[in-house]
């Protein structure tokens, strides 16, 4: 079980507003919430992510209220949750979670995006061929 399948709806809510924000108020993650809960049950929500060791607060604050941000890097948990994603949704093939991807007309892809992606490919390529001569 990964940590992201850990967390309630509600907690990966809020994270996701966090990392999207990279730094939040209480009042700026409800302003991101289409359905914000109460002040308090917000403030409850982001006390257990912290608790989990998912947010952190800074010591300073806007005002009254503490400053939340992401107690890891981004990149680190975004490759953490596209594991989990490809792993539930996907039977863990990459190959059918980037031809879902790639094959929705509402998800452009930008012809910078593709030269890079293929250059990761040619770079995996290489890296697979090094491990199966060794």
Do not use: C, N
């Not at 992401?70 to 990459?94: D, I, K, L, M």
């Amino acid at each position: 079980m990964t940590w992201i399948s850990r967390l309630s709806r509600r907690e990966r809510e809020v994270l996701d507003i966090v990392f999207a924000l990279e730094v939040a108020t209480l009042t700026e993650i409800a302003a991101q919430m289409e359905s914000p809960p109460t002040r308090a049950a917000l403030r409850s929500t982001v006390t257990i992510l912290e608790r989990k060791g998912h947010l952190v607060h800074d010591p300073e604050r806007r005002g009254r209220e503490y400053v939340y941000r992401p107690a890891r890097a981004r990149e680190r948990e975004g490759r953490s949750a596209w594991r989990h994603v490809v792993g539930t949704f996907f039977g863990g093939s990459v190959h059918q979670a980037l031809a879902a991807w790639l094959s929705d007309p509402k998800d452009r892809v930008s012809p910078e995006e593709l030269r890079e992606l293929e250059e990761l490919i040619r770079q995996a390529r290489r890296t697979a061929a090094k491990e199966e001569k060794s």
